[in-house]
């Protein structure tokens, strides 16, 4: 890349840089898939980057820069996804990447545990901060590389709405509990180094949105097909962002759940795609 061009020193009109960074992404596209398909590349290699493409997709939507709102708002986005799970086959089980994959029950226990997770972590963090009791792990606790038996149970009309039921609630508590945290409160450093109060909830409103579609937008198994697929729809949700009006409480945030921005995420994916093609 010309060194006039990077991101600091380009002077061009935004319109005009936007577009290059789309272009860009589709030149390295076709480039990969032709190496790709001439067997220079390692398939394994692709396939992590499609997921990795896959995942930093979900997350060009922007959201909320307050947490509260951004928990509701995640919510709503991911609520037609969930109210959908009942028409899949309730024994599929789509893979996201190496580590995980979900059936639609999975998505259901995924979201409430997260939400329950961190509703409980809001009390203590808050018991941590004002007289130093450490937080206690709960018990249960299943992560998303774990599928139970109770995952591929069926799933009716009447199980996803009890399930609907107590994911609106708990997601509703959790936000309620955001809202009448200080700005202090949000931001204190565990004395372990870990993250935030603020940073959990962005993490939460993404998670949810980043479970919630998978039954809908699953990727094809085949490596190259998969990477195609997630490619494009990358730059397809990234021209969406960069043609929104600015608005400055909304913001795109990283796997930190810290903000970002679509330029930054677009270099990350070129510098990737450059990488595996050396």
């Not at 898939?33 to 990795?52: M, N, V």
């Not at 599929?92 to 995980?100: G, I, N, Y």
Request: without cysteine; negative net charge; proline residues 6%.
């Amino acid at each position: 890349m010309d060194p006039t061009n990077s991101p600091v020193n380009d002077t061009r009109p935004l319109a005009a840089r936007q577009q290059e960074l789309l272009a860009q992404l589709a030149a390295s596209r076709v480039r990969l898939i032709e190496r790709a398909q001439a067997g220079a590349l390692d398939l394994t290699t692709l396939r992590e980057l499609a997921d990795r493409e896959a995942d930093l997709a979900i997350t060009l939507v922007p959201m909320p820069i307050d947490p509260a709102e951004h928990v509701k708002v995640a919510h709503w986005h991911a609520r037609p996804y969930l109210e959908r799970l009942a028409e899949h086959d309730p024994a599929r089980e789509v893979v996201a990447d190496a580590s995980h994959s979900y059936t639609p029950r999975k998505i259901l226990r995924r979201v409430l545990d997260h939400a329950l997770d961190h509703l409980n972590q809001i009390d203590q963090w808050l018991l941590w901060q004002t007289n130093g009791t450490t937080p206690v792990p709960t018990d249960g606790w299943a992560g998303s590389a774990q599928t139970l038996g109770e995952d591929r149970l069926p799933l009716t009309a009447a199980d996803l709405a009890a399930w609907l039921w107590r994911i609106n609630l708990t997601i509703a508590m959790v936000a309620q509990h955001a809202a009448q945290l200080s700005d202090e409160q949000l931001d204190w450093t565990p004395p372990d180094g870990g993250w935030t109060l603020r940073q959990m909830l962005h993490h939460l409103a993404s998670a949810e949105l980043y479970y919630a579609v998978w039954m809908d937008e699953s990727l094809p198994d085949e490596t190259i097909a998969r990477y195609l697929e997630a490619s494009r729809r990358l730059e397809r949700r990234a021209y969406q962002a960069l043609i929104a009006p600015e608005n400055v409480a909304m913001m795109i945030f990283d796997d930190d759940a810290q903000p970002t921005t679509v330029t930054a995420i677009i270099h990350e994916v070129l510098q990737s795609e450059r990488k595996i093609r050396e």
